[in-house]
């Protein structure tokens, strides 16, 4: 059981603005993600050889209107689930400022008092299964299926099981978490929490960014999430807070440009 979380890089991007509460991100760190070197490109001396285009991919389910699964308070993140099962509903009610949209994507992103945020990370279970759906979902997100201004933050795998990965399994897990990166998000992996299994998630503790010290953790995950999770969740919120900045700095700069 335990948290691991594997870096990515920080990139530019120029989605749709959104309302996101300032709250959430005004002390976020200016620092860059620095790549993983086992992604790094390798140089080739040689042309290379010419691919095929992609075939084109169906879009992915979403919402054509605001998430019903709204807190009272706007999140600043969305988690997504690839597959039924994948824990994100037991995972959001662990986080004060993430919404649930259940395995659909976020469609509606604006300003708008019914509109949402446009940061996604996607949850998957690590069971093969689980892991060919996160795949097809990155893919689908790199071939432009996904909703207009959507933006995959990161990618967190869930272990199924108290045991090792099968070979084949982990390989996967691989191959989906190098397409996330390249795709400019971060990985992370939650190992298993067996206190999940005793609860619904709305007895679940929630962790929030304003508590100033966080408690012991005593085993009781419906008095504070497991530290697998608040490791998990800061870290999320960080990288939540470092893309909504960016988000938000990139619409005043367009608003004021339009502006006579």
Same mark, same amino acid.
């Given at each position: 059981?335990?948290?691991?979380?594997?870096?990515?890089?920080?990139?530019?991007?120029?989605?749709?603005?959104?309302?996101?509460?300032?709250?959430?991100?005004?002390?976020?760190?200016?620092?860059?993600?620095?790549?993983?070197?086992?992604?790094?490109?390798?140089?080739?001396?040689?042309?290379?050889?010419?691919?095929?285009?992609?075939?084109?991919?169906?879009?992915?389910?979403?919402?054509?209107?605001?998430?019903?699964?709204?807190?009272?308070?706007? &999140? /600043? #993140?969305? *988690? @997504?689930?690839?597959?039924?099962?994948? $824990?994100?509903?037991? =995972?959001?009610?662990? !986080?004060?400022?993430?919404?649930?949209?259940?395995?659909?994507?976020?469609?509606?992103?604006?300003?708008?008092?019914?509109?949402?945020? &446009? /940061? #996604?990370? *996607? @949850?998957?279970?690590?069971?093969?299964? $689980?892991?060919?759906? =996160?795949?097809?979902? !990155?893919?689908?997100?790199?071939?432009?299926?996904?909703?207009?201004?959507?933006?995959?933050?990161?990618?967190?795998?869930?272990?199924?099981?108290?045991?090792? *990965?099968?070979?084949?399994?982990?390989?996967?897990?691989?191959?989906?978490?190098?397409?996330?990166?390249?795709?400019?998000?971060?990985?992370?992996?939650?190992?298993?929490?067996?206190?999940?299994?005793?609860?619904?998630?709305?007895?679940?503790?929630?962790?929030?960014?304003?508590?100033?010290?966080?408690?012991?953790?005593?085993?009781?995950?419906?008095?504070?999430?497991?530290?697998?999770?608040?490791?998990?969740?800061?870290?999320?919120?960080?990288?939540?807070?470092?893309?909504?900045?960016?988000?938000?700095?990139?619409?005043?700069?367009?608003?004021?440009?339009?502006?006579?």
């Amino acid at each position: 059981m335990g948290f691991t979380a594997r870096p990515g890089p920080d990139r530019n991007h120029t989605a749709g603005t959104t309302r996101l509460d300032p709250d959430y991100w005004h002390a976020a760190p200016t620092g860059r993600f620095e790549p993983d070197p086992k992604y790094a490109p390798v140089a080739s001396r040689s042309e290379p050889e010419p691919q095929p285009a992609p075939a084109a991919v169906p879009p992915v389910p979403m919402w054509h209107r605001a998430v019903p699964n709204s807190p009272p308070r706007p &999140p /600043l #993140v969305w *988690l @997504v689930g690839v597959h039924g099962g994948a $824990g994100v509903s037991s =995972l959001a009610a662990s !986080l004060s400022w993430a919404g649930d949209a259940g395995q659909r994507w976020p469609a509606r992103i604006g300003l708008a008092a019914d509109m949402d945020s &446009p /940061l #996604v990370v *996607l @949850v998957a279970r690590t069971h093969m299964r $689980g892991l060919n759906a =996160l795949l097809r979902a !990155l893919i689908a997100h790199r071939q432009h299926a996904t909703p207009a201004g959507s933006l995959v933050v990161g990618v967190v795998t869930i272990a199924d099981v108290a045991r090792p *990965l099968p070979i084949s399994v982990a390989e996967r897990r691989d191959e989906a978490e190098a397409l996330a990166f390249q795709l400019g998000a971060r990985t992370w992996r939650l190992g298993w929490l067996e206190q999940w299994r005793s609860y619904e998630p709305h007895e679940l503790a929630e962790w929030t960014p304003s508590v100033d010290s966080t408690p012991l953790h005593d085993g009781d995950p419906t008095r504070t999430p497991p530290q697998p999770v608040r490791l998990l969740a800061e870290q999320i919120l960080t990288t939540a807070r470092s893309a909504g900045a960016r988000i938000t700095e990139h619409a005043h700069r367009s608003a004021g440009k339009a502006s006579p």
